[in-house]
């Protein structure tokens, strides 16, 4: 029981540690939200590690306290990102649906888009049709010579989400049947995404560190005292706690 205590006790302050050095790494990366909560979590991690190092039951449980409304307080405040990433994809799509047909969109656009359908190569935004009759250079793909035989040649439009290409036209043109605009979002929304995350992994550390606090703290309630037992003159047992040697 003393080792496991003691490894609990060392997991503590490992784990509050910890979430001093996240804090001070989402500090540094410009995340909003944890410079408001930083220097709050700066004064109850060290807060924490003091408890743990010097075994305060009483500021264990303040420290676990205070650091759950903390956890609380940061999930209220964080919760808009969730509503913000569907809200982005609603907007882009919109947007998507806007611009088309591509090539009367404007000229920024149209060479912006050119240039991620060359490096990723896609092909519109929602779908090649999305440029019309008008297809530009950057969506033509060379097929693998073992990919389309004759049969699939004779079927134009027909394309496989396993198929990097597909016959437009008369002319058996191929371009590149992936979309950019799934592309395209999943640039846009990283930024939220990372922040979830940063956030995600704080409160599972806060979490944890609360855990291991407080059952630090109220160790009186669920650690079992130590037992003695002795036998009388008639042979009968007796238990009883086990004298202190402090």
């Known amino acids: 029981m003393a080792r496991c205590r003691s490894y609990l006790r060392g997991l503590a302050i490992c784990v509050t540690v910890l979430l001093l050095l996240f804090d001070q790494l989402s500090i540094s990366n410009g995340l909003l939200v944890l410079q408001v909560f930083g220097p ?17 039951k009483s500021l264990l449980l303040v420290f676990s306290a205070l650091t759950f409304v903390e956890f609380v307080a940061l999930m ?6 969730v509503q913000v990433q569907a809200q982005m994809d609603f907007a882009v799509d919109e947007l998507f649906l806007n611009v ?6 404007a000229a920024d656009i149209q060479k912006e888009l050119n240039k991620l359908q060359t490096s990723d190569s896609c092909c519109g ?12 250079f950057s969506c033509i793909c060379t097929p693998p010579t ?46 939220v995404k990372l922040r979830i995350g940063i956030i995600s992994a704080f409160a599972t550390i806060a979490i944890t560190a609360i855990a291991l606090c407080l059952a630090l703290g109220l160790e009186k309630y669920w650690k079992k005292p130590p037992v003695e037992t002795t036998v009388d003159d008639y042979d009968r ?8 040697l402090t």
């Not at 088309?100 to 969109?105: D, E, I, N, V, Y």
């Not at 929602?126 to 009759?133: A, H, T």
């Not at 134009?156 to 605009?181: D, R």
């Not at 047992?237 to 202190?244: A, D, R």
């Open 40 to 56: 709050l979590t700066m004064v109850l991690s060290v807060l924490g590690i003091s408890a743990a190092s010097l075994d305060y």
């Open 76 to 81: 209220i405040v964080a919760s808009p990102l």
């Open 100 to 105: 088309t047909p591509l090539h009367k969109a």
């Open 125 to 136: 935004l929602r779908k090649f049709e999305d440029w019309d009759n008008q297809l530009p």
């Open 146 to 191: 073992t990919t389309y035989t004759s049969e699939s040649r004779s079927q134009p439009g027909n394309s496989s989400s396993y198929e990097p290409c597909v016959m437009v036209g008369s002319n058996q043109q191929f371009v590149h049947s992936k979309p950019c605009g799934p592309i395209l979002k999943s640039y846009l929304s990283f930024p």
């Open 237 to 244: 047992v007796k238990y009883q706690p086990k004298p202190s």
